[in-house]
């Protein structure tokens, strides 16, 4: 009797792993076609067509997990607020108004419904953990700071790259440059970090996670002047910045990582432009 009842309960079991497996494989393609968005939006530029893959995504994630959906309504919010501007860097100070306003919306918009419409803490903003760096963390700025020191230059000169940036003829230029460099990255962890991959995290673990965050993040820097070959840098260094969160839950962290590489852009930028400014690299084509 037993031997004969054993079947029929593979045959209940089966059905239901089955149904799980799919539900995580519809909830995996509803978060890719949501981040994935960020490729049409941000560095094809394609516009209206990129909403159509938001769409879909969180239409997909309403039938099968109306939690996911939730959070991916957010992240789509925050990437089409950014999708209203331009990215292409301007000095301007009407370029420097669009993107205070639209950047700033685009966290806050889903900091806000995390916290007063969806009722969770998904989107947070660790500054003072309590703990002190480790000497890991430490060694890994300086290895930053080098890593940018060598390639940033030979990468914006024999790529041409720089010239997606201003010309810094105007007098105020260069200054202007080292605001919005500083402040732009800073947004880039509060956005794609805090925001894309803090709530992504919520339904997924770790490295899809991670790569569908570095889709959007890698999308909007290519638009914003890194393109040619950066995404061969900008890939791992998005990457490693989810990692360093997931790790030590520390925003200061990875904005001081991010702040010190792009001190390295600032300077590179400016000597590209000037080459007797800043004229401190040995791999400059």
Same mark, same amino acid.
Request: charged share 10%; no cysteine; hydrophobic share 65%.
């Given at each position: 009797m037993l031997g004969a009842m054993t079947p029929t309960a593979d045959a209940q079991v089966t059905p239901s792993l089955d149904l799980r497996a799919g539900r995580d494989w519809a909830r995996l393609a509803a978060a890719a076609l949501v981040c994935g968005a960020a490729i049409l939006l941000f560095a094809v530029h394609m516009r209206p067509e990129g909403y159509i893959p938001l769409v879909l995504g969180v239409v997909l994630a309403i039938v099968v997990d109306r939690s996911l959906a939730k959070d991916l309504s957010a992240i789509a919010l925050g990437q089409i607020i950014i999708s209203m501007i331009s990215l292409e860097a301007d000095l301007s100070n009407a370029g420097i108004a669009r993107f205070t306003v639209?950047?700033?919306?685009?966290v806050l918009v889903p900091w806000a419904l995390a916290r007063w419409v969806f009722g969770h803490g998904g989107v947070k903003?660790?500054?003072r953990t309590g703990r002190s760096w480790t000497r #890991?963390? /430490?060694?890994? %700025?300086?290895? !930053?700071?080098?890593?940018g020191y060598l390639l940033l230059p030979f990468y914006f000169l024999s790529s041409g790259a720089y010239l997606n940036w201003p010309d810094l003829s105007g007098d105020t230029d260069i200054a202007r440059l080292?605001?919005?460099?500083n402040a732009v990255g800073i947004w880039d962890e509060l956005f794609f970090i805090c925001v894309v991959f803090a709530l992504l995290r919520r339904h997924f673990s770790l490295w899809p996670a991670n790569i569908l965050q570095t889709?959007?993040?890698?999308?909007?820097?290519?638009?914003?002047?890194?393109?040619?070959w950066a995404p061969l840098f900008t890939v791992p260094f998005a990457l490693v910045q989810g990692w360093l969160f #997931?790790? /030590?839950?520390? %925003?200061?962290? !990875?904005i001081a990582v991010h702040l010190l590489f792009d001190a390295v852009v600032f300077a590179a930028?400016?000597?590209a432009r000037h080459p007797h400014l800043f004229d401190i690299f040995v791999t400059t084509p």
């Open positions: 639209a950047l700033s919306l685009a903003f660790p500054v #890991a963390q /430490w060694i890994y %700025l300086g290895v !930053v700071v080098l890593v080292f605001v919005g460099v889709l959007v993040f890698v999308s909007f820097l290519w638009e914003l002047g890194y393109r040619e #997931a790790r /030590w839950t520390s %925003l200061s962290y !990875v930028l400016v000597h």
